[in-house]
């Protein structure tokens, strides 16, 4: 039994949305919260997980309704329970197997198999995972823990990936043996994994090393070498772009809907993945259960990058072009670019300035064409013109719309007599 008693630890319980001596004393800490307090590493939505002898899920029910947080029993064959506070969720899970050291070694890697005890501020590590945190090494427990739940396979590539550390060698072997298990875990379950190493630069290098491991062609039949190699260009892509429009590249770092955390940068990558026709690709995420928001972007980006490429848009076609791509132009432009640049991002300059105009009229919120603003309403054209309220009147707002774009109307009177005039 290896017990350590630290005074580095940085577990700020002050933070906290509860108070921690409400746990009993036979209450550890384990997982997450645990290794990234041992590496100094906060964040802003805590999450965190307890492992207690026995009655787990009274524990829980007991705090939820002490704090009036939310509570949700996640697994009651194992007792494990969940409670809701609005920055933090505590998981509490009864302990498996006859004592502490038992439940750890059921864990998928060592630097997640340390457990904290509050009450006497100490460690306990039977697996060493505090000298692989040391080290920045992530090693597997063992080869049947990763066998038992296929996704562990993924989520060493994530944890690297979030922790910069490296895998140790046996792990990897294993990791590769097993990769032909991963079609047994449930696809929403992949996605979070592959989800998380699409948003960061520092996932890249990581989602080419699954790809290579054939963790990820169940999931992407149709995604090449070449397709997958189109990520790091991506990243490159967007540190060419922000330099030369910082705004735009704020634009691809943002969600692309206050719900969905997948932001525009995520988008363009997801659609060098899946095949090239929009509905192909819809089926295929539809299969990975993205949501609704995240397959139109993806497929409305496939489905724009022709026009974009298009020699010569009209002002008309550049209209409908903005009024489709919205906040997924970003993406748009850099499969554009990578499109036009497979081999070099550094003569990519020459394309960057192609799609120059488009891109100012994008950034410019006071442009016509890509941000129009509306000269009449709905309601003044039926009542001007005398007309009822029908689809026509729709099509009526857009011409008119267009036509302001292009300058042959300015003002409300303009524009009901142009409406007049296509009636």
């Known amino acids: 039994m290896t017990i350590h008693s630290l005074s580095n630890l940085t577990l700020v319980t002050e933070n906290w949305p509860f108070n921690w001596q409400l746990l009993p004393p036979s209450a550890y800490m384990v997982g997450g919260a645990v290794r990234d307090a041992l590496l100094s590493r906060t964040r802003e939505y805590?999450?965190?997980?307890?492992?207690?002898?026995?009655?787990?899920?009274?524990?829980?029910?007991?705090?939820?309704?002490?704090?009036?947080?939310?509570?949700?029993?996640?697994?009651?064959?194992?007792?494990i329970a969940r409670v809701v506070f609005p920055h933090a969720t505590a998981d509490f899970a009864q302990q498996e197997g006859d004592s502490l050291e038992a439940d750890l070694h059921r864990r998928d890697f060592t630097i997640n198999a340390i457990a904290y005890h509050l009450h006497t501020q100490t460690i306990f590590d039977p697996l060493h995972g505090y000298d692989d945190l040391q080290r920045g090494i992530l090693r597997m427990v063992s080869p049947a823990n990763l066998k038992d739940d296929p996704l562990r396979l993924m989520r060493a590539y994530r944890q690297a990936a979030q922790l910069a550390f490296t895998i140790e060698p046996t792990t990897q072997a294993t990791i590769t043996t097993l990769a032909p298990q991963i079609i047994e875990v449930a696809p929403e379950r992949v996605r979070g994994e592959i989800s998380y190493l699409l948003a960061n630069p520092q996932g890249t290098s990581w989602l080419l090393k699954a790809a290579s491991n054939h963790l990820l062609a169940p999931f992407f039949p149709h995604a090449t070498p070449e397709s997958w190699q189109k990520l790091a260009t991506v990243d490159t892509l967007a540190g060419v772009i922000t330099q030369h429009w910082p705004q735009l590249g704020v634009k691809l770092q943002q969600h692309i809907r206050d719900t969905v955390k997948t932001t525009c940068l995520g988008i363009a990558k997801l659609a060098c993945l899946v095949h090239p026709n929009p509905e192909v690709a819809k089926t295929q995420l539809q299969a990975l259960t993205y949501s609704r928001a995240e397959i139109q972007a993806v497929t409305t980006a496939l489905k724009l990058l022709?026009?974009?490429?298009?020699?010569?848009?009209?002002?008309?076609?550049?209209?409908?072009?903005?009024?489709?791509?919205?906040?997924?132009?970003?993406?748009?432009?850099?499969?554009?670019?990578?499109?036009?640049?497979?081999?070099?991002?550094?003569?990519?300059?020459?394309?960057?300035?192609?799609?120059?105009?488009?891109?100012?009229?994008?950034?410019?919120?006071?442009?016509?064409?890509?941000?129009?603003?509306?000269?009449?309403?709905g309601d003044k054209l039926i009542i001007s013109l005398n007309i009822p309220p029908s689809p026509?009147?729709?099509?009526?707002?857009?011409?008119?719309?267009?036509?302001?774009?292009?300058?042959?109307?300015?003002?409300?009177?303009?524009?009901?007599?142009f409406a007049r005039q296509l009636l």
């Open 306 to 377: 022709p026009l974009l490429k298009s020699p010569h848009m009209s002002v008309r076609e550049q209209y409908f072009f903005f009024q489709e791509a919205g906040n997924v132009f970003a993406a748009t432009i850099i499969l554009a670019l990578i499109d036009d640049n497979l081999v070099s991002v550094t003569s990519g300059h020459k394309s960057l300035r192609a799609y120059a105009p488009l891109i100012s009229r994008y950034l410019n919120p006071d442009d016509l064409v890509a941000h129009p603003t509306k000269l009449v309403s």
């Open 392 to 417: 026509k009147l729709g099509k009526l707002l857009t011409e008119i719309a267009i036509a302001q774009a292009e300058g042959k109307v300015s003002t409300p009177e303009d524009a009901i007599a």
């Open 46 to 79: 805590l999450d965190l997980d307890f492992i207690v002898p026995s009655q787990a899920v009274e524990l829980a029910r007991t705090i939820a309704s002490h704090y009036q947080a939310g509570f949700v029993l996640l697994d009651p064959e194992r007792q």
